[in-house]
């Protein structure tokens, strides 16, 4: 951390202080064109940054299906299909408690036949259940993750967190070094907290 906050300061001043600072940077960086950037001559360790992840298809209307169908056991798809039988109350408004009823009634008959019981049910639509309208976002954990730098090249790719609650593969960087490329993996299943997690980051050539 004490790293990352210097490198931090060491950007923000001008390109001629940055000149005369090279000697106070940190052991694994070095000061070149205005930037503090991993030297090339040692082995240095760089924090990840994640941006996004939780992208939902269209016609999901900002529900993560792929999260919950992955927690309840069911394809995608059957989830899609179930849930169009579902009748949610307008936005803003109680739901009718008449219609919660038969709407819990029309999904228990498409997804009862997949072993799928209403407690489970009330489990996952409760873990994943989010106001929209109101900016939220459904439970989620950020993940965590630094990459190796070996004579300015990433080595390894380290996950020290892997997060939960990712509906799409998140963007994931260098800090401070934008020509690598790298794309990540997410794995679903049964278990709430390690749905969408980050499985795997790998260097795009």
Do not use: C
């Not at 009823?101 to 997804?111: A, D, E, F, T, V």
């Not at 489990?123 to 109101?134: A, D, G, H, P, Q």
């Amino acid at each position: 951390m004490a790293k990352l906050l210097l490198v931090s300061f060491l950007v923000v001043l001008p390109m001629a202080g940055l000149a005369q600072s090279t000697a106070t940077a940190p052991p694994d960086f070095t000061v070149s064109t205005g930037k503090v950037v991993p030297n090339p001559s040692t082995d240095s360790k760089v924090d990840l940054i994640f941006e996004g992840g939780h992208d939902t298809v269209g016609a999901d209307r900002g529900r993560p299906v792929i999260l919950i169908a992955a927690a309840l056991g069911v394809p995608d798809d059957v989830f899609r299909q179930a849930f169009t039988k579902v009748k949610p109350a307008p936005a803003g408004q109680q739901p009718d408690p008449a219609q919660v009823i038969l709407n819990k009634q029309n999904l228990m008959r498409s997804l009862g036949p997949y072993g799928v019981t209403d407690d489970r049910l009330n489990t996952v639509s409760n873990y994943y259940r989010y106001r929209r309208s109101s900016g939220e976002m459904w439970r989620n954990t950020p993940a965590a993750a630094y990459a190796t730098l070996q004579n300015g090249s990433v080595t390894a790719i380290t996950i020290t967190k892997a997060g939960s609650g990712y509906s799409s593969p998140p963007k994931v960087s260098v800090s401070g070094l934008p020509g690598v490329h790298l794309a990540a993996s997410v794995a679903y299943g049964t278990k709430l907290e390690e749905n969408g997690s980050i499985k795997e980051i790998k260097v795009v050539p």
